[in-house]
């Protein structure tokens, strides 16, 4: 699973897809992590740093309604609340 910020997968997805529409059909799955700073930008802070659970998914089930990625989940930073929040909107 790929494991980056979902505001990057769907900016990045929403790209490939313009090119190659047939490449979201391989996805099936995406843990994303909480915080949108890079790996190495992580690696720094003394704090674990984490965006807001109802964006988080908010930002998760936008990625379910337009391409269709069924297993979604949360990586770094994510909690029981990150998770709820995608739960509570994917799949109405």
């Known amino acids: 699973m790929l494991q980056i910020d979902p ?3 769907l900016q990045a997805i929403s790209h490939e897809a313009s090119v190659s529409p047939q490449i979201v059909n391989r996805i ?3 843990q ?3 915080s949108s700073k890079s790996h190495e930008g992580l690696e720094s802070l ?6 807001d659970p109802v964006e988080f998914g908010a930002s998760m089930a936008a990625i ?3 391409f269709g990625i ?3 989940g949360g990586c ?3 909690d029981a609340r ?3 929040e995608i739960a509570k909107r994917s799949f109405r």
């Open 7 to 9: 505001t990057v997968f």
């Open 28 to 30: 099936l799955g995406f």
């Open 32 to 34: 994303a992590n909480t």
């Open 46 to 51: 003394a704090y674990l740093d984490c965006s």
């Open 64 to 66: 379910h309604r337009r």
């Open 70 to 72: 069924k297993v979604l």
């Open 76 to 78: 770094c930073g994510s």
């Open 82 to 84: 990150h998770i709820a």
